[in-house]
């Protein structure tokens, strides 16, 4: 049977790097945000939105993504009712997805919130992602049209490293790229699951 591990990391902390890494190295990846985003342009989703956060957030129809992270990342049950909506979507997502994977020894699912979400009992290992907080600010700045207030915002509705890592079979500290992919390289031996060779 098919091994999920969980990759996670907060904002920043260049946890899709490292899940591409871990891609290229023959894992296949499935992307929480992604699978997100795709969801979201359902039409049952659609409705399921607008009923609870109204129709000013769509233009033609089209969801408003960096209007909707404004609201629910300055209010905690805003986000959870979000949450609520997209999540069992993403779930079923990710299972379909899951059963087109069923022939590989292990599969990557990478989400920011792992343990928010309680995703994190569905996996068989976990991989935490980690950098300095100013290192991952600035990576955000760097990378987003946003504020420092609205990045600490987001970090302050995640957990915390420390939380995270308890609850972790690994840890990658992803300040220096090449050696955050030896750790990569590492886990794969650990976990005997075959590399690219490529």
């Known amino acids: 049977m098919t091994k999920v591990i969980g990759l996670t990391g907060g904002i920043g902390s260049g946890k899709t790097t490292i899940a591409n890494y ?15 985003r795709a969801v979201m342009q359902s ?12 129709e000013i957030l769509f233009e033609n129809n089209i969801l408003n ?16 009712k979000l949450n609520g909506i997209v999540h069992p979507a993403v779930k079923d997502d990710f299972e379909k997805w899951l059963l087109k994977h069923k022939n590989y020894s292990h599969v990557i699912y990478e989400t920011a919130i792992l ?16 950098a300095p907080e ?12 946003t504020t420092r207030s609205q990045v600490l915002n987001r970090m302050q509705m995640q957990w915390k490293d ?21 750790e990569v390289v590492k ?3 650990i976990l005997n699951i075959k590399q690219n060779q490529s």
Request: with cysteine; charged share 35%.
């Open 162 to 182: 420390e939380e995270r890592i308890s609850r972790s079979n690994f840890v990658i500290n992803n300040v220096n790229l090449k050696i955050a992919k030896e």
């Open 43 to 54: 039409d049952y989703i659609i409705e399921k939105i607008k009923q609870e956060f109204g």
């Open 115 to 130: 343990f928010e979400s309680g995703r994190y009992k569905e996996c068989d290992i976990i991989i935490t992602v980690t």
């Open 134 to 145: 100013e290192v991952r600010i600035n990576r955000v700045l760097k990378r987003d049209n």
């Open 187 to 189: 886990i794969l031996k």
């Open 22 to 36: 871990f891609k290229e190295m023959g894992v296949p990846l499935y992307i929480a945000d992604d699978g997100a």
């Open 65 to 80: 993504r960096a209007k909707l992270a404004e609201i629910v990342f300055k209010d905690a049950d805003k986000l959870a």
